[in-house]
C-alpha cells in the first residue's frame, strides 16, 4: 500500500537551533517527492521537491531534504530555524513526474519555535 | 499571477443539507484536484481531473460527493445531504499537467452543524 509516515506529531525547537524533520515513504516505484508548509489559515505552499537527479535538493527559505532510497526516506532539515517557521509540515509523494495522479501526504509536524 | 482560488473561504451548513464548493485553477492548468483535510491530519485525496474529464475519484468517499469540471477550468464539488462528519477544510489544487507540481489554494471549511 502507498502511505506515508511522519514520525513526530509535534517538535519544538530553539530558534538559531538545526532542524531535522523525518519521513519515510512505502510506494511502488521511486516516487516524486514533496515538502510542504502550511501555516495557521493559510494554504499549502511547497518547499520543495524530488524526482531524480542529486539526493540533496534545495529549497525556499533555508530548507533542504535528502532521499535516501534503501531507507525509503526524504528527511526536511534547516541549519537554523527562525521563529516564522513555526508551522505545519508536510510531507507527500505522488507518481513519477509526468504520470499524473494523487499525492499522499503524510500526517503532518507541527514546529513550534522557543525564543 | 493569481493563484488557485477557491469560494466561499467559509461555510456553514446544517445537517441534510446540499453545498457547492468551487475552486478557479491557475489559468492554464490542465490538472485539478480536490482534497479534504480534516483537524490534525494531512490532506486526503478526493478526486483529479485532466481536462473535463475524472482521471481519477476513487478518493470520493461515498455517491453523495460529487465534482464537475464543465469547460475544463473551473470546478465545483458538490455534497448532498451532508453528515456532521463532512466537516473539514476542502483544498483544490492545479496543475500545469498531470504530473507537475500542485498549487493549492487557501481552501473552503466547511462546518456541518
Known amino acids: 500500500a502507498q502511505s506515508v509516515t511522519q514520525p513526530d506529531i509535534h517538535i519544538t525547537v530553539s530558534e538559531g537551533a538545526s532542524l531535522e524533520l523525518r519521513c519515510n515513504y512505502s510506494y511502488g516505484a521511486t516516487p516524486y517527492l514533496f515538502w510542504y508548509v502550511q501555516s495557521p489559515g493559510q494554504g499549502l505552499q511547497l518547499l520543495l521537491k524530488y524526482f531524480s537527479g542529486d539526493t540533496l535538493v534545495q529549497g525556499i527559505k533555508g530548507f533542504e531534504a535528502e532521499f535516501k532510497r534503501s531507507q525509503s526516506s526524504f528527511n526536511l532539515r534547516k541549519p537554523s530555524v527562525h521563529w516564522s517557521d513555526a508551522a505545519e509540515y508536510f510531507c507527500a509523494v505522488g507518481p513519477p513526474y509526468n504520470q499524473g495522479g494523487k499525492l499522499i501526504f503524510g500526517q503532518g509536524t507541527e514546529l513550534s519555535v522557543k525564543p | 499571477g493569481a493563484g488557485v482560488s477557491q469560494t466561499p473561504s467559509n461555510k456553514v451548513t446544517e445537517k441534510g443539507k446540499y453545498v457547492e464548493l468551487r475552486c478557479d485553477p491557475i489559468?492554464?492548468?490542465?490538472?485539478l484536484y480536490w482534497y479534504r483535510q480534516s483537524l490534525g491530519q494531512g490532506p486526503e485525496f478526493l478526486i483529479y481531473f485532466q481536462g473535463t474529464g475524472a482521471a481519477d475519484d476513487s478518493g470520493l468517499p461515498n455517491d453523495r460527493f460529487f465534482a464537475v469540471r464543465p469547460e475544463g477550468s473551473v470546478s465545483t464539488l458538490k455534497i448532498q445531504r451532508t453528515e456532521r462528519g463532512d466537516s473539514a477544510v476542502y483544498l483544490c489544487a492545479s496543475s500545469r499537467s498531470g504530473g507537475d507540481e500542485q498549487f493549492f489554494g487557501p481552501g473552503t471549511r466547511l462546518t456541518v452543524l
Open positions: 489559468s492554464g492548468h490542465t490538472a
